[in-house]
């Protein structure tokens, strides 16, 4: 099975400034997506943002960018000018078209934002 | 569009009983999957319907079961419930719109469940 590991249980970010989260997944597959997920303290999960492997741009939506790093098995998120609203706990999740929906998660990492 | 609902929202049982999470998804959305979130093993995948058939299932024991009713809604179910079953129980739903669909996961909000 596809495993997705995030090395950094807790981060914490200055409102305003730019911090990184790190995700990295081990698979033998060449096609398959990648996700990052939110989950606020009300619990609900969002999407974030989502990149193809087979595309080499990295994706971006607004403030959030990745950095994809296909031969690394690296799937970073940046989340510029970071607000207060951004706390939660972000998930990085690999999908593989060939295990049907699976979603393999990582365990997680919490950011904090200081006013 | 209205989002993934579930069903209750809070649930406290006691270790032996049985309980029944519901889910309805997104309208025109084929696929659900349940997820079991704990603190200590994060989120965990149960099982995935679509067409109301399982497609794929989780390494959970036999005492979780699912099934998916002809407009896509999900129920999951959890007999003999043990003090480990306690955790946050989400479902998420997706159109699967293709062979290699890139369709997103939507998530509901979740079930609470706590067993005493």
């Known amino acids: 099975a596809q495993t997705v590991t995030q090395s950094q249980p807790e981060m914490s970010v200055q409102e305003a400034e730019t911090v990184t989260l790190s995700c990295t997944y081990d698979?033998?597959?060449?096609?398959?997506?990648l996700f990052w997920y939110k989950q606020p303290p009300s619990r609900q999960m969002i999407l974030v943002i989502r990149?193809?492997?087979?595309?080499?741009q990295n994706a971006t939506e607004n403030r959030f960018s990745v950095n994809f790093q296909k031969a690394a098995k690296s799937f970073s998120l940046k989340i510029s000018d970071s607000q207060l609203g951004d706390a939660a706990m972000y998930f990085c999740?690999?999908?593989?078209?060939?295990?049907?929906?699976?979603?393999?998660f990582g365990t997680g990492t919490s950011l904090t934002v200081i006013p | 569009k209205a989002g993934v609902t579930q069903t209750p929202r809070y649930l406290i049982k006691t270790r032996g009983q049985q309980v029944t999470l519901s889910c309805s998804p997104i309208?025109?959305?084929?696929?659900v999957s349940w997820y079991q979130q704990t603190p200590g093993q994060g989120l965990q995948f149960l099982f995935e319907y679509f067409s109301e058939t399982q497609r794929n299932k989780g390494n959970f024991p036999g005492r979780f079961s699912g099934r998916q009713f002809s407009n896509s809604r999900s129920e999951m179910n959890v007999s003999t419930l043990e003090l480990g079953d306690s955790a946050l129980y989400l479902c998420a739903s997706q159109s699967l719109s293709g062979l290699l669909s890139t369709d997103t996961q939507y998530f509901g909000p979740g079930t609470r469940l706590t067993v005493l």
């Open positions: 698979t033998s597959e060449s096609d398959y997506y």
């Open positions: 999740a690999y999908r593989s078209p060939n295990t049907g929906n699976q979603f393999y």
């Open positions: 309208s025109g959305h084929r696929s």
């Open positions: 990149q193809e492997a087979y595309k080499q």
